[in-house]
């Protein structure tokens, strides 16, 4: 049934209450559904009221498959002109400026933070001062080879620095390349107008379903369970390695320097250990050694005082700005 449809059929409902109500013949049933108008009307109400407010009003940006995430989405993330979430630069605004293209996914896009400002490109930018120009490149959901093809199409091909942001997801590209993917299964007996119509239901429904962990269909792997299998593969690790290697030789042809910042699994910093260590490893073989890589600092903040919610596993405004404290004070501090 769709939602227009549980809409008249309550409707109706308060039509047929208000009609015995206002009828004369009975006079007992008439006080009863008198009573029962004025408390159903008041149920109707209360509905409508937070039918608004989730729809026109509350946003949170954790699950994508929510009405709440697409509210978030639409208030937040603004972009300029070439789809990035930043400010118009134009070649006066960063003329005789040493010039940084910070490049990345959607942790360098900074989602879940309302405030851009607090993003950790925006605040590195501000402790480097009126000399630089932090400009942000990142696309959410993008990965090595996918921001390869960012870095190429971006009018800016002479910068200064390069700082990539490193994701563990970055290796999805090469896993599908040999049909390798992460299908996630959401509950299949959900009325689609709770998915799509009604934000309050929409928003009722994902708190009061059990703590939902999405599982693969095929093996039932949760993501990081099939992530850190896709780095053990040999066959995917050579071809996102290549990848790897890809992009820094387009660094290099800049003439960019280049610093990488590797972030964790932000919910199990040291579980992921050995895939940073191991991506780092790999950028290092290329002659590069400005790595910073942060599964000590999840750790030792404690990885539900990181990531923007439950619901949500990205970098809160907190860990942006210690993220921007760490990267001037390793690399441009001195």
């Keep these: ?39 159903y009307t008041t149920v109707l109400l209360l509905l409508a ?17 929510t009405l709440a995430f697409r509210n978030w989405e639409d208030r937040y993330l603004i972009r300029n002109s070439l789809g990035f979430r930043d400010r118009e630069w134009t070649p006066d605004d960063y003329a005789g400026k ?18 851009v400002e607090e993003r950790y490109s925006n605040v590195l930018g501000q402790m480097l001062g009126d000399d630089y120009a932090v400009i942000n490149i990142a696309i959410g959901g993008s990965t090595t080879r996918q921001e390869l093809d ?25 896993a599908l390349s040999i049909n390798e993917r992460w299908y996630p299964t959401l509950p299949t007996d959900t009325p689609q107008w709770i998915y799509g119509e009604s ?28 992530s850190y299998r896709t780095y053990d593969n040999s066959t995917i690790w050579a071809i996102h ?20 910042v ?41 990885s539900e005082n990181v990531i923007v919610s439950r619901r949500d596993a990205h970098p809160n405004a907190m860990f942006h700005r210690h993220v921007a404290q760490r990267i001037y004070e390793t690399f441009f501090a001195q």
């Design 1 to 39: 049934m769709s939602f227009p449809g549980i809409i008249s059929i309550l409707l109706a409902i308060w039509a047929v209450i208000a009609l015995l109500a206002w009828q004369k013949r009975f006079g007992r049933l008439r006080r009863v559904m008198g009573g029962l108008l004025i408390s």
């Design 49 to 65: 009221a937070g039918e608004l407010y989730f729809r026109y009003l509350y946003a949170e940006s954790g699950w994508s498959f």
């Design 98 to 115: 040493q010039t940084v293209l910070v490049l990345g996914d959607s942790f360098s896009v900074g989602w879940g933070v309302e405030n």
């Design 150 to 174: 960012i870095l190429r199409r971006y009018p800016l091909q002479n910068p200064d620095i390069v700082l990539w942001q490193y994701y563990l997801n970055d290796i999805d590209d090469a």
């Design 199 to 226: 934000y309050l239901a929409n928003f009722l429904y994902w708190r009061l379903v059990p703590v939902f962990t999405p599982v693969d269909a095929s093996d039932g792997l949760t993501y990081w369970q099939w």
């Design 241 to 260: 390695e290549q990848e790897i290697n890809d992009l820094i030789n387009y660094v290099d042809g800049m003439g960019a320097r280049l610093i990488v």
């Design 262 to 302: 590797i972030f964790p699994n932000l919910q199990d910093p040291v579980g992921s250990i050995a895939y940073v260590d191991r991506v780092a490893q790999a950028i290092a073989a290329t002659g590069h050694d400005e790595i910073l890589t942060l599964y000590g600092d999840v750790a030792a903040l404690g």
